[in-house]
């Protein structure tokens, strides 16, 4: 019954134990485990079990040894898996995981079959779950034609831990991170579970706590918070999860999961912005963490999940899967100065942004041959937004440098809308002969997007802080969206060890309805009363979806002594997006976009105790100008990365020292902080040194992250540059460095 949530994944690869080139089990133990692991049962691409060698894509699968050697040595989900995930781009270090693609293209990401993506689009996927939950995780690189909207350049799914997982009954786990530059430089974080059960019953409770201080980077100086997109200092975070799994016959499994997640601010320190907000429209260098924070809203992620799910092995004669699933989140973002020229900060206000979605998904298998499989089902889903700004008294922002800030009024910041979906898909595998297997499918899906009626957010704020009477609305209305997506693979088997693959995929992807919708411009008449002259609504101006094809040769190797994998990939899309900087709407654009590129890993077993291993990721994102390619704007495109690291184990030791390097990034798209000069994206590399040792009672991790204490700024912190300098405040203001070196210290056992 373990094994039914990962069946019921959205997602290839889910392989019940460590064995692709990302785990680092040593030599003997590794050789045992992959001379069973092309004949073990996984699940692949066509969403049913199958075995390894049958897949037609670039799969990857962090098993829970290396997920608890990266974050027990200090490391966070989204920094762990810019190390082990060779086409994932460096980590923002933050709560956002905005630019953080996959093959150049943004990604979708699920728990346990489950999308954490919204159609809002906001980008805190990744900010879902503790990592003291997670089982393995399972990433196929690529646009994919089997998850409907989003997986544009890949897939994520996070397995949650389930009773069977561990023989043992009790769970336990405390450790620190600090710099020891301050104070307040100090992480911490505990985490308990209790399993056990039953052959007909088994269950899993967990209970996870995190807490963040202050942040230095390699220049000693305090990490800016992020304003925008929101950060990680000082916030307080819990993980509550529930799984249960129940046999009900031999042939009939029932598994639920219960989770709620919760990450925000300590309530306590904020971002000093200076007398008046002199630190936002003058002298930025008076903008620093403080504490005195006294805010009616500040910034949080909280998410609750449900999921049942059902196995029938014999359903006249084939194999039914149900899932039925209900996700509701809260997002509550930093309080923001809105700037002008003429009036300085005229309103700071926080966003609150809501989203509840719920579901079913049905799957059958069936053999219809010895030599093909069909798989057939449906999807069905519903997913409604809403969204609230609260403004704040600028008085008592004002004089205490926006720490303090009391509710003046609340308006709509956004467009409420919900999107309804239904999918059929049909997918087959079939085994030409013994060398080749075809691999092909086709979804259909079909979506139904109504939006509500609209006033202006600029609109809404004068008319609440009493300077209009009243304005239009803009009308709302629906539109419905159908589109066909297929996919197609080719395996050749050239031995047990060994396959080539070639592969075409479909993805789509709808933009942010809430960017988009709602915005028009007003005039007003003789009494003040704000007239509509012009809108884009939905009735009027269709939002176009964007549809990615993509083209795919790889191939993997799995041997005792070593494993790799490689491949080289193209993907075009008919649209682009672009962003209007000044009020961060969107606009799509009909501009093809491409992205191309190699992804590839190799990991060799020096000896029965070294593990050497690099992954390295080369790609090109550009858009069609004219008759010409040309380099994206840097706020989107992707750079080019590399890791490598040699690792150490001998009875109870281990050691492991990894580097992460990503490299420079240029576009000719010029913004105004660049002074007419080429965007660019600066390079840097970080190195860290992460080891255990297991101790009579437990086992004691240990990490120094940033080993050299390099001083940069991350990949989000350059990209928020471009995106909100100096439109919205200084350079300095939007530059998140990285965390200097680090220190941490952590302690589990089970029992």
């Known amino acids: 019954?373990?094994?039914?949530?990962?069946?019921?994944?959205?997602?290839?690869?889910?392989?019940?134990?460590?064995?692709?080139?990302?785990?680092?089990?040593?030599?003997?133990?590794?050789?045992?485990?992959?001379?069973?692991?092309?004949?073990?049962?996984?699940?692949?691409?066509?969403?049913?079990?199958t075995q390894i060698s049958d897949l037609s894509s670039t799969v990857w699968v962090i098993g829970e040894a290396s997920i608890r050697e990266q974050t027990d040595s200090g490391k966070g989900i989204k920094e762990m898996l810019a190390a082990l995930v060779p086409?994932?781009?460096?980590?923002?270090?933050?709560?956002?995981?905005?630019?953080?693609?996959?093959?150049?293209?943004?990604?979708?990401?699920?728990?346990?079959?489950?999308?954490?993506?919204?159609?809002?689009?906001?980008?805190r996927q990744l900010d879902s779950i503790d990592p003291f939950n997670i089982a393995r995780i399972e990433v196929l690189a690529g646009a994919s034609a089997l998850y409907g909207g989003g997986a544009l350049g890949g897939?994520?799914?996070?397995?949650?831990?389930?009773?069977?997982?561990?023989?043992?009954?009790?769970?336990?786990?405390?450790?620190?991170?600090?710099?020891?530059?301050?104070?307040?430089?100090?992480?911490?974080?505990?985490?308990?579970?209790?399993?056990?059960?039953?052959?007909?019953?088994?269950?899993?409770?967990?209970?996870?706590?995190?807490?963040?201080?202050?942040?230095?980077?390699?220049?000693?100086?305090?990490?800016?918070?992020?304003?925008?997109?929101?950060?990680?200092?000082?916030?307080?975070?819990?993980?509550?999860?529930?799984?249960?799994?129940?046999?009900?016959?031999?042939?009939?499994?029932?598994?639920?999961?219960?989770?709620?997640?919760?990450?925000?601010?300590?309530?306590?320190?904020?971002?000093?912005?200076?007398?008046?907000?002199?630190?936002?429209?003058?002298?930025?260098?008076?903008?620093?963490?403080?504490?005195?924070?006294?805010a009616d809203r500040s910034p949080a992620t909280e998410r609750t999940l449900l999921n049942l799910s059902l196995s029938e092995a014999d359903f006249f004669g084939q194999t039914l899967y149900l899932q039925g699933f209900y996700r509701k989140e809260d997002l509550d973002f930093h309080p923001f100065?809105?700037?002008?020229?003429?009036?300085?900060?005229?309103?700071?206000?926080?966003?609150?942004?809501?989203?509840?979605?719920?579901?079913?998904?049905?799957?059958?298998e069936s053999e219809l041959a010895d030599s093909l499989k069909l798989t057939w089902g449906v999807d069905w889903d519903k997913e409604s937004f809403d969204s609230d700004q609260m403004s704040f008294d600028l008085t008592a922002a004002n004089q205490s440098g926006g720490l303090v800030m009391r509710e003046l009024f609340s308006t709509g910041r956004y467009v409420d809308f919900s999107v309804e979906s239904v999918a059929a898909f049909v997918q087959s595998s079939w085994d030409i002969n013994s060398f080749l297997l075809l691999n092909g499918g086709y979804r259909y899906q079909q979506m139904e997007n109504s939006v509500d009626d609209f006033i202006g957010f600029n609109q809404q704020v004068a008319i609440?802080?009493?300077?209009?009477?009243?304005?239009?609305?803009?009308?709302?209305?629906?539109?419905?969206?159908?589109?066909?997506?297929?996919?197609?693979?080719l395996v050749a088997k050239l031995s047990d060890d060994q396959q080539l693959w070639l592969s075409y995929s479909e993805g789509f992807e709808l933009p942010d309805l809430s960017k988009y919708y709602g915005r028009g411009s007003y005039k007003a008449d003789a009494d003040g009363y704000l007239r509509l002259q012009n809108s884009i609504n939905i009735n009027d101006t269709r939002l176009d979806g964007i549809k990615t094809d993509s083209m795919e040769l790889g191939w993997r190797y799995m041997a005792s002594a070593w494993q790799a994998q490689a491949s080289a990939y193209y993907a075009e899309s008919d649209k682009v997006i672009e962003v209007n900087s000044k009020d961060l709407t969107i606009n799509v654009k009909d501009q093809p976009k491409r992205s191309y590129g190699l992804e590839a890993q190799l990991n060799f077993n020096i000896s029965s105790d070294w593990l050497a291993g690099t992954n390295l990721h080369l790609v090109k994102s550009e858009v069609k100008n004219d008759a010409s390619w040309i380099d994206e704007t840097v706020t989107y495109a992707s750079p080019s990365k590399a890791t490598a690291f040699i690792a150490w184990e001998a009875n109870e030791f281990k050691l492991r020292l990894q580097a992460e390097h990503s490299f420079s990034a240029e576009s000719a798209y010029r913004f105004k902080t660049t002074d007419g000069l080429v965007s660019e994206l600066e390079s840097y590399t970080t190195l860290d040194l992460l080891g255990s040792v297991a101790l009579p009672v437990g086992t004691l991790s240990y990490g120094i992250e940033n080993l050299l204490d390099e001083d940069y700024s991350t990949l989000w912190g350059q990209r928020a540059v471009y995106f909100y300098s100096p439109t919205y405040g200084p350079e300095a203001m939007f530059d998140y460095h990285g965390r200097g070196r680090t220190f941490a210290l952590s302690y589990s056992l089970g029992w």
């Open 87 to 123: 086409s994932m781009d460096v980590s923002s270090q933050g709560r956002t995981n905005f630019g953080q693609n996959m093959r150049g293209r943004a990604m979708v990401v699920l728990i346990d079959g489950i999308s954490m993506n919204t159609s809002r689009g906001i980008s």
């Open 464 to 489: 609440a802080s009493g300077k209009a009477p009243g304005a239009d609305a803009i009308q709302g209305g629906s539109t419905d969206y159908n589109v066909g997506l297929v996919n197609l693979g």
């Open 155 to 294: 897939a994520i799914n996070i397995v949650t831990k389930k009773a069977a997982h561990s023989p043992d009954t009790f769970e336990a786990e405390a450790g620190f991170k600090s710099g020891f530059a301050g104070g307040d430089d100090l992480d911490y974080r505990t985490a308990f579970a209790v399993a056990g059960g039953s052959d007909a019953l088994k269950g899993r409770f967990s209970a996870a706590w995190q807490e963040n201080g202050q942040w230095f980077d390699g220049s000693g100086n305090e990490v800016m918070p992020d304003i925008t997109q929101t950060g990680l200092q000082y916030t307080q975070g819990y993980d509550l999860m529930a799984n249960m799994d129940w046999s009900l016959s031999n042939d009939t499994s029932l598994g639920a999961l219960v989770q709620h997640y919760r990450n925000g601010s300590d309530g306590e320190h904020g971002l000093y912005m200076g007398d008046n907000f002199a630190g936002v429209t003058g002298d930025a260098a008076l903008l620093e963490s403080r504490k005195g924070l006294d």
């Open 337 to 364: 100065p809105y700037v002008s020229q003429a009036k300085g900060v005229y309103n700071y206000s926080a966003s609150a942004q809501n989203t509840a979605i719920y579901g079913l998904k049905a799957v059958l």
């Open 1 to 49: 019954m373990s094994k039914l949530p990962a069946r019921l994944s959205l997602i290839a690869a889910a392989i019940a134990c460590q064995l692709l080139p990302v785990d680092t089990a040593f030599a003997s133990e590794r050789a045992a485990i992959e001379r069973s692991a092309m004949e073990r049962i996984v699940v692949t691409a066509n969403r049913t079990p």
